[in-house]
């Protein structure tokens, strides 16, 4: 951060020089989210809004303006750059890379806009598709932070809201500083004050899961303060760690139980006849669990092992997953065993026979529609065939593109859903997500 602050102050430079480079420095705001740190989060965005800032301070006092701002050229960036730990070394990095157009394998200009970006996996394409999706769902959130997901029954649970303020997280924007994130804090507000002293949240058990999904990402990424700005200390409920903690508490299966029994794993009131839950909840809560324990927050081994547990006792040798243990009731989907497949890697526990078989059971049925929910399937098939099996991934994820584009709507909205089109658009966003890699739950 001080070799930026120097640069701006032209310490390093003569007034002349800095001033016959400033085109370039204006070109940074647009050319900076083409660059792609691998296993960032979206701390890094906080270089961005500093050197935007420090330019913006500099030509003021300068009083220079510019008529035209030349375009850079594209520039792949050496691995140093991306083995740099600190934010202000990257920062500074390519800063410095980009003042002086210091270009390394320099690539030809882009004709293609499916092609991906320098230094990313990420077209031009799927830039617009996100940038359309989520201006429809900011549009869309209500007054009081909530997005309204489930029309047929009117009901404002936390999930649905949860899943949204998760798509606005999944680019990389950043949620303190970038344009969407009043909206973020919005939303995590509302969820969080629909959380109870049980630390479930309103609803059923996937908005539960959801919703600790999106404390689970959000947690050391969101600044507490500013999400809290203008509310009285006395009023404000939890921080996100507090939250997140509690919603964890209220997962946690007590050390004497043998099964997957706790009232935190039942998708509905109603108590399942085996007492445990279906698999789809079980596999949600998992994945928010481990998401949890990535963030730093104390999961005990005992819940993920059962959780684990149940799952591989629901996969078959073929890698079909029943709904309750010994039953396959609704019929197989493919939703299930992308879930469980998810879950085994996201575990760490590829050695699994439920791991091995799902992964194979993916690989033979790429093109498989789950008519049920498509959302639900397509957002865990997009992560577990990332996870198993990276080639099978980016031809998928190309079929899934073309897919989604086709479904575009005017407003910005991708498809419709039984569920509402925020919900359509927001898990449409997150199943393309996976090319951005920024949100911790994506990792590899």
């Excluded at 399937?377 to 990332?386: G, K, N, S, T």
Aim: aromatic share 10%; charged share 20%; glycine share 8%.
């Amino acid at each position: 951060m001080l070799l930026l602050t120097a640069l701006t102050r032209g310490a390093f430079l003569s007034r002349g020089a800095l001033l016959s480079r400033v085109p370039l420095l204006l070109q940074l705001p647009r050319q900076w989210r083409q660059l792609s740190f691998h296993g960032a989060t979206c701390r890094f965005q906080k270089a961005r809004k500093f050197c935007q800032e420090r330019l913006s301070m500099w030509l003021t006092s300068v009083g220079r303006t510019f008529d035209r701002v030349p375009a850079l050229p594209d520039v792949a960036l050496p691995d140093f750059m991306l083995r740099a730990r600190c934010v202000g070394h990257r920062a500074a990095l390519v800063c410095l890379c980009l003042l002086f157009q210091h270009s390394v394998n320099a690539q030809p200009p882009r004709e293609d806009r499916s092609a991906p970006v320098f230094g990313s996996d990420v077209s031009a394409s799927l830039e617009e598709l996100f940038e359309g999706g989520l201006d429809f769902l900011v549009s869309q959130q209500r007054e009081d932070g909530s997005w309204r997901t489930r029309p047929t029954y009117g009901s404002r649970t936390a999930g649905g809201t949860a899943i949204c303020t998760l798509a606005l997280l999944a680019r990389g924007d950043d949620p303190n500083w970038g344009q969407y994130a009043p909206f973020v804090r919005r939303g995590l507000r509302y969820v969080i004050r629909q959380q109870g002293a049980s630390g479930r949240f309103t609803g059923n058990s996937y908005d539960f899961a959801f919703s600790m999904l999106l404390l689970a990402e959000a947690c050391g990424v969101v600044d507490d303060d500013m999400l809290w700005a203008g509310v009285a200390e006395a009023k404000r409920p939890r921080t996100i760690t507090e939250a997140l903690e509690l919603a964890v508490r209220g997962a946690v299966v007590p050390p004497s139980e043998r099964r997957l029994r706790h009232a935190g794993w039942y998708s509905t009131a109603d108590t399942p006849e085996s007492g445990e839950p279906d698999c789809s909840v079980a596999g949600s809560l998992l994945i928010a669990l481990l998401a949890a324990r990535n963030a730093g927050i104390r999961v005990p081994d005992h819940t993920v092992d059962l959780a684990v547990e149940y799952l591989e006792a629901n996969t078959s040798a073929d890698g079909e997953v029943a709904y309750f243990r010994g039953k396959r009731g609704n019929g197989h989907t493919i939703g299930r065993t992308a879930l469980t497949t998810l879950c085994m890697a996201v575990a760490k526990r590829r050695a699994s026979p439920a791991y091995s078989a799902g992964s194979s059971y993916l690989l033979t049925h790429l093109e498989q529609v789950h008519h049920s929910d498509p959302h639900y399937a397509d957002y865990y098939m997009a992560q577990a065939l990332f996870q198993s099996d990276r080639n099978a991934w980016k031809k998928w994820n190309q079929m899934m593109m073309h897919r989604l584009l086709a479904k575009r709507n005017v407003n910005g909205s991708i498809g419709h859903s039984r569920y509402g089109d925020n919900y359509a658009t927001a898990m449409s966003l997150l199943t393309l997500a996976v090319n951005y890699r920024l949100l911790p739950i994506y990792e590899r």
